[in-house]
């Protein structure tokens, strides 16, 4: 009995010196003798039954390898793999979070790729798939990875490129997933990059890229803590905490302020900075200041004295308290920069590598190569690079001996020069914008360039606009991260930025995502589903919320942009307004505009509204206005819709096919209607507004399938096409037409073209109840 006793408890022994478990004030994570996750506990644990995973898997190859053994000795232990793999990695728990870093790893060269994870959790409220974070309501876990070359998310592509919103944290059947992993780039590799879409690309070893060093943070805590522990990790691992002002991005009000989005020169700087004052903006952003993308040089004619003209402009600028901005695409790289023309730079970005098969004169037109795959790939500029010359095709020949096809010798002002059979031929990986791109190495000198504009002139904000960009040096998102980090650092100076990506190592670095296109419609019309969409993504993630940009025109109206500073209270978003100073200058209701964007700033900033409020200011469906009455008082109009429709139908002979709206006024106000020709064939040929039995309007305009028309008061009727853009403008014979006090009626008609196919659909707004806000 004794001896049984004795063994049992030495198995016990074995069994727990076989288990480790890391605990920090929030989290405890526990692992068996292979690094199976046996034990994920918070507040209580979060481990789902049934499921397997580890702390670490490796690819080598087409294939996943799980660990063998693992052997700790204190806070280190070293996993063993099959192929004589073995990695080593510390473990430590800080009080608040827990680091795993590789500080060791032996026959690397086998090692295509080590993942982390994936860590499960029962939690399945929100998914903050970019940040890495899950939460329930009350508790919350999350991954942070600790450098640019330890990728948060799924590795969807060889590369690292991932065109989804983000996968470090997913939603699974039992809950979700936390992951992340680091390719081993520290060794050449030929794979197709940038999301599968260019074939055969090189990639040359890349030591910034190795797996020793990778390093990702677990933690766990109350959720409303969530923020308090990431930037503990920021600040405690070396990570970007960029602040503005003083103040850390993520908590900072200045994060997502709108501003004006322009093109100034040194000599209307004055009138733009007088005009960005009236709209209360404290930014403006260069639209396109650049001549060139490469080497960034400015447009002489917008800043004859070059990086000093706009040193001058930003002087100017700050002295108002207003930041100046300038807008590029990341690492694309224009045809007329001196990275390609007139000699190109070694280190473009290459695909489909191969060799010349016979010798080239400088005048020969009949160019041979070695290997024809990828060469019938097409792309947007058709590039090849021998030597120092560049050269268009058109394909390559289906049979041996593989001729290029429709050459242009000495392509982008290169010279065209003789060449040896066994050059090197390689393809330029480009863009459908006509650029090229970097390698790696490349792209260090390029943000060299960018950064040494900015520390010269005091430039304070940029969008990495073409951020995705990265991919093109073939090194996926740690090409992006990199970009963007080693920018930020280099720069000596606070940076507001933001990105058309974003991504889960990124977000450190990024002050706002601003996504939201103005050209696609009108200005309520462009892009709005994907504009607030957007919202819930970036509330979930941890990013201050942004609407994207709007275009004001000459026409754009006092009531089109409320509608969109209603959605900005709503969802405490900021914007970015496109406009250029003739356009402010001509628009005849810019004052009462920017009156508006003042007024409903400050509400968003002082945080007036209530819940109730904030979300009927999200409903796209209700309108509004604001007006400040005091420093204590707002009110806030709502608008009701009286909506109407005609059909299309037969009616007998002397009947009228007319519709008619009954109003009830609470005052003398303005008549606001929008009438829209819903349908996909034909046209509304003429439209009568009968108002009041009094005044009749017959507007003589034809409208098209799902144009419209809008009065807004005044003497004059606004005409849009299907997209919400404007087209022009109809006279009326009277000089306004105002909805008396109490009951009115509007009879409207129209005449159909033969072939129409489509129904007239519009309201009338009313003013209805005031919201008198008191603070």
């Not at 526990?30 to 199976?36: E, G």
């Not at 020169?265 to 709209?279: C, M, Q, S």
């Not at 914007?575 to 007024?599: H, W």
């Not at 606004?718 to 509007?746: A, C, H, P």
Request: with cysteine; glycine share 8%; charged share 25%.
């Amino acid at each position: 009995m004794r001896s049984f006793l004795i063994i049992s408890l030495l198995l016990i022994a074995t069994l727990l010196s076989a288990q480790k478990t890391i605990s920090t004030n929030g989290l405890a994570v526990s692992f068996d003798k292979k690094l199976r996750i046996i034990s994920l506990k918070g507040d209580k644990e979060y481990l789902p039954s049934g499921i397997e995973s580890y702390l670490m898997r490796i690819k080598t190859g087409d294939e996943i390898l799980l660990p063998k053994s693992a052997r700790w000795k204190d806070d280190e232990v070293k996993i063993s793999f099959n192929k004589g793999i073995q990695i080593t990695i510390t473990a430590k728990a800080k009080n608040d979070y827990i680091t795993f870093t590789v500080v060791d790893v032996k026959n690397a060269i086998a090692v295509d790729a080590l993942f982390y994870g994936p860590f499960p959790t029962s939690i399945n409220k929100t998914i903050g798939e970019i940040v890495g974070v899950v939460r329930n309501g009350e508790y919350a876990i999350g991954i942070q990875s600790l450098n640019t070359k330890t990728t948060g998310g799924k590795m969807v592509n060889p590369d690292g490129s991932d065109p989804s919103r983000g996968t470090t944290a997913t939603k699974e059947e039992y809950g979700s997933a936390l992951q992340a992993y680091c390719i081993n780039r520290n060794k050449e590799r030929v794979y197709n990059i940038w999301n599968n879409s260019i074939p055969d690309a090189y990639i040359p070893a890349n030591p910034d890229g190795n797996l020793k060093g990778s390093a990702i943070a677990l933690f766990g805590t109350k959720e409303d803590k969530v923020l308090d522990i990431i930037e503990k990790i920021e600040l405690g691992e070396g990570l970007p905490h960029p602040t503005i002002n003083g103040v850390w991005v993520k908590r900072s009000p200045d994060a997502n302020k709108p501003y004006l989005i322009t093109t100034f020169d040194e000599e209307n700087i004055d009138e733009i900075i007088g005009f960005a004052k009236k709209l209360g903006y404290n930014t403006i952003y260069h639209g396109h200041p650049f001549k060139n993308w490469g080497h960034f040089e400015l447009i002489d004619k917008q800043f004859p004295k070059g990086y000093a003209g706009m040193k001058a402009c930003v002087e100017k600028a700050n002295k108002e308290g207003i930041r100046v901005g300038v807008h590029t695409l990341t690492n694309f790289i224009t045809t007329n920069d001196p990275f390609v023309t007139p000699v190109p730079d070694k280190n473009l970005m290459k695909f489909a590598v191969t060799k010349l098969a016979k010798p080239v004169s400088e005048k020969d037109n009949e160019i041979y190569i070695e290997d024809p795959k990828d060469y019938d790939f097409k792309n947007t500029n058709q590039t090849v690079m021998i030597g120092e010359e560049l050269i268009k095709f058109s394909g390559v020949s289906e049979e041996a001996p593989y001729k290029l096809l429709k050459v242009k010798r000495g392509a982008y002002k290169t010279k065209a020069s003789s060449h040896n059979a066994g050059d090197e031929v390689a393809r330029l990986v480009d863009h459908p914008y006509k650029v090229f791109f970097p390698d790696f190495e490349m792209q260090k000198r390029m943000i060299l360039y960018l950064s040494n504009f900015f520390n010269e002139t005091g430039v304070g904000q940029l969008d990495f606009d073409g951020h995705e960009g990265g991919w093109g040096t073939g090194e996926g998102d740690f090409g992006m991260d990199y970009f963007s980090e080693d920018f930020l650092k280099l720069v000596t100076h606070e940076v507001r930025n933001g990105s058309s990506r974003l991504n889960h190592y990124y977000w450190h670095n990024n002050s706002y995502i601003n996504w939201g296109e103005p050209w696609y419609g009108g200005f309520t019309k462009s892009q709005g589903h994907y504009r607030y969409k957007n919202q819930a993504l970036l509330k979930r993630n941890y990013v201050p919320n942004m609407l994207g940009w709007f275009l004001l025109t000459p026409h754009t109206t006092l009531q089109e942009f409320e509608y969109m500073l209603a959605r900005s209270a709503g969802y405490d978003a900021g914007y970015a307004l496109f406009s250029n100073l003739k356009d402010m200058q001509r628009n005849p209701e810019f004052d009462d505009i920017a009156l508006a964007i003042r007024t409903w700033e400050e509400a968003r900033l002082r945080k007036i509204f209530n819940e109730k409020q904030i979300e009927e200011l999200k409903d796209v469906n209700n309108e509004f206005s604001l007006t400040k009455v005091d420093d204590k008082t707002f009110e806030l109009q709502h608008y009701n819709k009286e909506k109407f429709e005609l059909e299309n139908i037969m009616v007998q002979p002397g009947q009228p096919n007319d519709v008619s709206v009954d109003i009830e006024s609470k005052g003398e106000e303005p008549l606001y209607f929008v009438i829209g020709a819903v349908g996909n064939e034909g046209a509304i040929e003429k439209i009568t507004i009968e108002f009041n039995s009094i005044e009749t309007i017959e507007i003589e305009k034809e409208l098209k399938p799902n144009w419209a028309i809008t009065y807004r008061g005044g003497n004059e009727i606004l005409v849009y096409d299907n997209k919400g853009r404007f087209k022009t403008k109809v006279k009326l014979d009277v000089e306004s037409l105002k909805l008396s006090k109490g009951d009115n009626t509007i009879r409207i008609s129209a005449q159909f073209s033969d072939d129409a196919d489509m129904k007239l659909s519009g309201y009338v707004r009313v003013k209805g109840k005031v919201d008198s806000i008191k603070l």
